[in-house]
């Protein structure tokens, strides 16, 4: 138990998501001002990339065609956007 103490990763009873709350690098001890300004620009990045994703599968979904082949041109555009959505989680 002595080696929970000074690895918070090595507590099975401490959830992940209160390590990083608590400031604590996966294992590596605390994390430093220069991590949390990666992981913040990380997380801003993952964001602003789903509002693109998901302003394209609006732009998708209003389109009315009747040409079949555009039709599923739009399906398969819709069907790999959707993929990229579920993907970033």
């Known amino acids: ?3 929970a103490v000074g690895n918070p990763g090595a507590n099975p009873r401490l959830p992940t998501d209160m390590i990083s709350s608590v400031g604590w690098n ?4 605390p ?10 620009q990380h997380r801003a990045a993952r ?3 789903k509002q693109v994703l998901n302003l394209q599968r609006e ?3 209003s389109q009315r065609v009747s040409n079949p082949g555009r ?4 399906e ?5 956007v959707e993929a990229q959505i ?4």
Request: hydrophobic share 45%; aromatic share 0%.
């Open 1 to 3: 138990m002595a080696n």
């Open 59 to 61: 732009s998708i979904l």
């Open 86 to 89: 579920q993907a970033l989680g």
């Open 76 to 80: 398969a555009a819709l069907a790999q």
């Open 26 to 29: 996966s294992g590596n001890g």
């Open 47 to 49: 964001e602003r990339q």
């Open 71 to 74: 039709r599923a041109a739009l």
């Open 31 to 40: 994390m430093t001002d220069e991590d949390r300004r990666a992981a913040e």
